[in-house]
């Protein structure tokens, strides 16, 4: 079946450092891969929705220039995090749409993030 | 935008059933989903449903009513490894058919 490989599964950074976080679709073309956002006992918070050659949608309450999203291949996201604060630590998760179908979503296995 | 809602936390004991309930209020409705999600790892796929009616899975059903807004999982024979956060989510009709996921629901599986 499809599978996203999102790395890496755990991080620890510095406060004001950037950390990149990449997934991949191993066996399918993602065109569209979303970028969530789960904070401890809560659910996925959408941040952006990125297409592959063009720039992301980012939803409300999302700095764009914070979470900075690179699509450019049909197999490859990243979603960066510049200057972390320890605000930003969270799970991050990434899911794309492998087919045009009900079971179409593949998420990858996610990030956990933490600034100190 | 969408709002979806589901109870926070639930428990039932091993061997029984029990039942999740979401509702939600969207516009450009175009499925409802729903996922198990263990702690520290990514949702997993659980059922899919665009009309009304009781898709049947194994253990697992979800059922919809499109007029009421509403949907649940049923979760029959409770297995101890069912204790997991259940994730309801909607697609709409918009840019990339994205999904808005509710607050989830913990599920409590107890001897």
């Known amino acids: 079946g499809a599978v996203v490989s999102q790395h890496p599964s755990w991080v620890i950074c510095k406060s004001g450092t950037s950390v990149k976080i990449e997934c991949r679709s191993l066996?399918?073309?993602?065109?569209?891969m979303f970028w969530y956002r789960q904070f401890p006992k809560q659910s996925l918070m959408l941040m952006a929705t990125?297409?592959?050659?063009?720039?992301?949608?980012?939803e409300q309450g999302v700095e764009k220039d914070k979470f900075l999203i690179n699509h450019a291949s049909l197999t490859l996201s990243t979603l960066t995090v510049t200057s972390a604060h320890p605000e930003d630590s969270s799970f991050y998760i990434c899911?794309?749409?492998?087919?045009?179908?009900?079971?179409?979503?593949?998420f990858g296995s996610g990030t956990r993030l933490t600034v100190v | 935008g969408q709002n979806i809602d589901q109870p926070t936390e639930m428990t039932a004991t091993e061997g029984a059933i029990v039942q999740i309930n979401c509702t939600y209020q969207?516009?450009?409705?175009?499925?409802l989903f729903w996922y198990q999600q263990h702690a520290g790892e990514a949702p997993t796929f659980l059922s899919y449903?665009?009309?009304?009616g009781l898709e049947e899975k194994g253990r697992f059903s979800s059922f919809l009513s499109r007029s009421k807004g509403y949907s649940y999982l049923l979760l029959k024979e409770l297995q101890m490894k069912d204790s997991a956060s259940y994730l309801c989510?909607?697609?709409?009709?918009?840019?990339?058919?994205?999904?808005?996921f509710g607050g989830g629901t913990r599920l409590m599986v107890k001897p």
């Open positions: 899911s794309a749409r492998a087919e045009q179908g009900h079971n179409g979503y593949t």
């Open positions: 066996d399918f073309q993602a065109t569209t």
């Open positions: 990125s297409n592959e050659g063009s720039k992301a949608t980012y």
């Open positions: 969207t516009s450009g409705f175009n499925g």
């Open positions: 449903n665009v009309l009304d």
């Open positions: 989510a909607v697609r709409v009709y918009n840019a990339g058919n994205m999904l808005t």
